[in-house]
């Protein structure tokens, strides 16, 4: 069996504001807080002597290396990302179609109605609600407009949805 893996085809470069600033704030935790601390107790681990019986030290350098290489991927990620502020570009564009940022309310074919935000896929986990542009239904949505009606193909099976409204802002109306 062999050890080789494909290439993972990296997911899309855009990303909101929010999450921009979520990804500059988890690597600067990282970098200036955490590291030093495994650091300062790496170093202590080593001075106790014996390395190879030491957990505190083994398991320490395995943090090291994981906090390395997540910084790493933090680094390589952000300088790639095209920050995109949905509210800046409101003015130059239809609203009444769904771009990146858009915040979503569709009806599913059960008469279930649920808002969805459209967003990049290293910010999709922030909100139960933000769905990535490079999943299924994010791709579906995108480029629908008002009133249109959409098949998807969701987990649980084929649904229908129909965009009911498309709102561009920090919350879809009616949530404070």
């Not at 855009?14 to 690597?27: D, F, H, K, S």
């Not at 107790?41 to 320490?60: F, K, L």
């Not at 986990?125 to 249109?148: E, I, N």
Request: proline share 7%; hydrophobic share 30%.
């Amino acid at each position: 069996m062999s050890r080789y893996r494909p290439p993972v085809k990296p997911g899309s470069q855009y990303i909101t504001p929010e999450g921009a600033q979520r990804l500059r704030e988890e690597l600067r935790e990282l970098w200036q807080e955490e590291r030093p601390r495994v650091t300062q107790a790496v170093s202590e681990a080593a001075a106790q002597g014996d390395r190879s019986e030491n957990a505190e030290y083994t398991y320490g350098k395995k943090r090291l290396h994981e906090i390395d290489r997540r910084v790493r991927f933090l680094r390589k990620r952000l300088d790639g990302m095209i920050v995109v502020d949905p509210q800046r570009t409101e003015g130059h564009r239809d609203t009444e179609r769904v771009y990146f940022g858009a915040w979503v309310q569709a009806e599913h074919a059960n008469g279930t109605v649920r808002w969805y935000r459209v967003v990049g896929p290293d910010e999709f986990d922030m909100a139960d609600d933000y769905v990535s542009m490079d999943s299924p239904l994010g791709k579906t949505l995108l480029g629908k407009r008002l009133g249109d009606e959409v098949p998807v193909l969701l987990p649980a099976g084929q649904d229908l949805l129909t965009i009911v409204s498309v709102h561009y802002g920090l919350k879809p109306p009616g949530r404070s």
